[in-house]
């Protein structure tokens, strides 16, 4: 006589091989939830953000200093702080608003360590306007080497300028006049009201114009 041996699916289930998963067929969120789910960020996972997310990294050090040298070391240093404070990410889906303010912070760090910078920012100076908003004009072609040294000069202050704000204000000042990034943005990325982020773009405007103004008279 035959002898039936019982058997559960969750037991038949484990015997068959499962399909390894494509990270590259993942979401975002779901590769993020990968790298924290571990002790470790999932390295297959992580190498797919960073292929994702290089092109970014690299255009917002590009705004900031497009005349260092040095960009792929900061790059690289992004990606390290990103590995070890990943799990800290508590909202997956901001994930690239955190990993701007990331690289805008990694800059700043950098360039307080460095006395002078020349020529941080591919932009001509800004100038006040009717509405408030800072009008940024791309340089001349052929400057003169006199509209260069002052063109210079007033890179690094601007730079010394934004460096030496709050944290807070230096964030939301770059996240709105490099990235370009809208004011709702903006609040949820630093999660606060969109009034308080108006507020501080204002002051941050203000603050800048003051310390700035010999050069914007000039």
């Not at 939830?33 to 997310?53: I, K, M």
């Not at 001349?140 to 509209?147: A, F, V, Y």
């Not at 903006?186 to 501080?200: C, D, F, N, P, Y």
Request: hydrophobic share 40%; aromatic share 8%.
């Amino acid at each position: 006589m035959s002898q039936v041996i019982p058997i559960s699916w969750s037991t038949a289930e484990a015997k068959v091989p499962q399909a390894p998963v494509q990270v590259d067929k993942l979401s975002n969120y779901d590769l993020i939830l990968r790298c924290q789910a571990g002790l470790r960020p999932d390295r297959t996972a992580f190498a797919e953000l960073l292929r994702r997310y290089q092109s970014h990294v690299d255009r917002v050090l590009y705004h900031l200093a497009p005349d260092w040298q040095d960009r792929s070391d900061l790059a690289q240093e992004v990606w390290i702080r990103v590995y070890r404070n990943i799990k800290r990410l508590q909202e997956p889906v901001k994930f690239r608003g955190w990993l701007s303010r990331i690289a805008t912070n990694l800059f700043y760090d950098e360039l307080r360590k460095r006395k002078r910078v020349a020529s941080p920012l591919s932009l001509d100076a800004p100038r006040s306007m009717e509405d408030g908003e800072m009008d940024w004009e791309i340089a001349g072609d052929n400057p003169s080497p006199e509209e260069e040294l002052t063109t210079r000069e007033f890179y690094e202050q601007l730079q010394e300028a934004i460096a030496d704000l709050p944290e807070v204000f230096r964030t939301t000042i770059v996240l709105r006049e490099i990235e370009g990034m809208p004011y709702e943005d903006i609040a949820e990325i630093t999660k606060v009201s969109l009034g308080t982020v108006k507020s501080r773009i204002a002051r941050a405007r203000a603050r800048l114009q003051s310390q700035l103004q010999n050069y914007l008279d000039g």
